[in-house]
Every structure is written in C-alpha cells, then in structure tokens.
C-alpha cells in the first residue's frame, strides 16, 4: 500500500492502473467518510461484454475479508462455450 488511508492508497492505485492502460476504472467514488465503490474491467472484459452481452449474470458476496463491511459485485456474460466470464467488478 503506498499510502495509510485506505481513500488515498485507492485513488493512488486507480491513478497508477488508468495510466498504464491495462485496467479500465469507470467507477470510483467516495461515499462518505472512509467509504468508497470501485467498478473495473479491463480490455478482454470489455471486448467479451460487448460480444456476448445477450446473458447478463450479476452477483453478489460480502464478509470473506477482514472488510466484512465490503461487498463484491461481479456481472458475468455467457461466452462461446457457454460458460459465465467475469466482465466487471465493483468493490
């Protein structure tokens, strides 16, 4: 982590992945005091979406992490071999 608060390292990081091309962040906000959502996909995701979004899946998971507050959010397609593909991210 290149910072002690959460909200700085993040926005740090968000700044380091655009810059480099390889991660596309569409979403990154400050919700309140030390909250924050972070949504991201990168190329082959974007690509696989727009090619396959006729079957959109989106899910949910919380608690698997010392953050038990954050929650997981994944929107899958169904690809060519018909089998969910992970397209986006959101923390």
Known sequence: MKHSNDMIATAMMVNEWNSHGKTIVFLFKQLDVGDF????MNNTMERKFREFSRVVCIDGTHGLTKYKERELTTV???DETKTGFPVAFMI
Request: charged residues 15%; proline residues 0%; positive net charge.
């Open 37 to 40: 959502a972070l949504a991201f």
């Open 76 to 78: 899958l397609v169904k």
